[in-house]
């Protein structure tokens, strides 16, 4: 009997006729569908600068007048980072103050931007609504007046 074939092996189809199935995968989330950009507005007011920042226009020119040839922007930023944070809050005051004086010039400026961007916004819909009743007032003209014919024809009739 050492010849003779089990009896799961005598069901299993011979491996080399079968076609073997591949693993399912698992199914992959498709990515999120990109939203189609704005195109931006180059009259948009720029943000401010954080006090960081402007901590940064001044720490550049000095460090360029110490380093000439340093030409590395890394090196600079570094530096300035760990400048920033040594620094007291007493002596980050006139920073955050300048910061703070951008900050409110931006509000009005971009205050005054939205109120520009949406009156344009209002005229253009007001244009489009003007368009859509001259149209439809001149197709209901036009139904008035094959109305008005219909029934001069029933009065000649009577």
Known sequence: MKGAKSKSESKRPDSRL????KAAAPAKKAPPAKKA?????????KRPASAFFVFMEDFRK???????NNKSVSVVGKAGGDKWKSLS????????AKAEKRK????VTIKAYNKK???AKDAEEDEEEESDKSKSEVH???????????EDD???DE
Do not use: W
């Not at 809050?89 to 920073?95: L, N, Q, S």
């Open 18 to 21: 079968s076609v073997k199935k």
């Open 37 to 45: 950009k704005e195109a931006k507005d180059p009259n948009k007011p």
């Open 62 to 68: 000095q460090y360029k007048e110490k380093h000439p």
């Open 89 to 96: 809050t007493a002596e980050k005051a006139p920073y955050v």
């Open 104 to 107: 409110s010039e931006y509000d």
């Open 117 to 119: 961007l949406s009156e």
């Open 140 to 150: 209901d003209d036009e139904e008035d007046e094959d109305d008005d014919s219909g």
């Open 154 to 156: 029933e009065d000649d």
